[in-house]
C-alpha cells in the first residue's frame, strides 16, 4: 500500500513540473517574439562599468629580488556611458546585435548626447553593413578587455524556432527583489552552436560553444532573469564566461534588460568583471528625427497576457 501511495505521489510531483516546464517555455518564448518584433525601435542610455586585468608589458626588465617574484597583477576599471539600440546585418535578419555611441569615458565628455543619438539612428537604419561594423570597432577602441557583447538579447535564445533546442528542468523557488521566482535550468541540446567567442591567441579564430544556464519567472512565468554559462580552452588555458541579464517590463508592453554582467575567469581566476545597467528604454522619434512604424503582429502569434510595467 505504502509503496503504491509512494509512487502516486511521485507521479503527481513528475507531472506537475512538467506543467511549469511546458507553461514556462510557451510564456518564454512569447516574450522573445515581441521583443523580437519592438527591440529594434527602441533606444536606451547604457552605463558600463568594468573591471579587468591589464595585459602585461611586451618587455620590462626585473632584477635581483624582484625578478625571483611573479609579476605583479595590475587591475584597470573603466566606465563608459553610451546611447544604447537594436539592430541587425543584412545577412541575418534574425540575429540582433547591441549597437552604441559613447557619449562618457571615465567622466570625460566624448561626445554631445544629440550627435550620439543622431549617429546611432542613421547607422542602425542604414542598409550597409560596413558603417554599422565600424560602429562596433569604434566601441572596441576604447580600451576595453574582455568586453561581452549581445548580452541584452539573450532572450532570443528561445524564440519559437529555437526553443526547442534546449531542454528544462524546473529547479525550485529563489527569493528575487523581495519575492520568490520560480527557477528553472536550460541546457542547449540541439542545433547549431548559438555563442561565439573569439580566441585572441588564433588570430581571434571563432568558436562555437552551446550555453546553459537558468531561467527565472514570476508566478505568472513572465521572465525576470536569465543567466548562461560557457567554458572553452584557449591554447593552453581553460576559460569560463558566467552572463547574467536582469529584465523588467516596459511602457511598450514589451520585457527589456534592466542590467547584466559578466565574470570572466581564467582557471581559478577571475579577469575581466563587466556590468551593464540601462535606463529609459523608449521608442526613437522621442530624441531623433528618425521614426519608426510599429511593426505588426504576425497573423499566428499568440496572444500574450498583458504585464504592468515595473
Known sequence: ???????????????????QVQRMAARLSEEAEAFARVAPQLLSRETLEQRALKPPSRFKPRFGADAQR????????RKIVSEYAYSTF???????????????????????TEKALDALAQGITSTDD???????????????RGAVTDL??????FT??????????FMGRKPFDGDQALVFSYK??????????????????????????????TAEYVPLRITMKVARRESDFQFRDEMTVDYAMTQHGVLAPKKASHREWQGANLIAENN????????????????????????????RKPSKPL
Open 1 to 19: 500500500m505504502w509503496r503504491c501511495l509512494l509512487a502516486l505521489l511521485i507521479l503527481t510531483a513528475t507531472g506537475q513540473a512538467d506543467d
Open 70 to 77: 611573479p609579476p605583479q597583477l595590475k587591475w584597470q576599471t
Open 90 to 112: 543584412s545577412g541575418s535578419r534574425e540575429a540582433l546585435h547591441e549597437f552604441r555611441q559613447a557619449v562618457q569615458v571615465d567622466g570625460r565628455q566624448v561626445q554631445k
Open 130 to 144: 560596413e558603417r554599422k561594423r565600424r560602429m562596433l570597432s569604434d566601441f572596441e577602441k576604447l580600451g576595453l
Open 152 to 157: 541584452g538579447p539573450i532572450i532570443l535564445l
Open 160 to 169: 519559437r524556432r529555437q526553443i526547442e533546442k534546449y531542454e528544462f528542468l
Open 188 to 217: 542547449q541540446i540541439d542545433g547549431p552552436d548559438r555563442v561565439t567567442v573569439f580566441d585572441a591567441s588564433h588570430g581571434d579564430k571563432a568558436i562555437g560553444l552551446r550555453p546553459s544556464g537558468e531561467v527565472w519567472v
Open 276 to 303: 551593464f545597467v540601462y535606463s529609459d528604454f523608449h521608442r526613437f522619434g522621442a530624441s531623433s528625427d528618425i521614426k519608426f512604424e510599429a511593426a505588426p503582429i504576425e497573423p499566428n502569434a499568440p496572444k
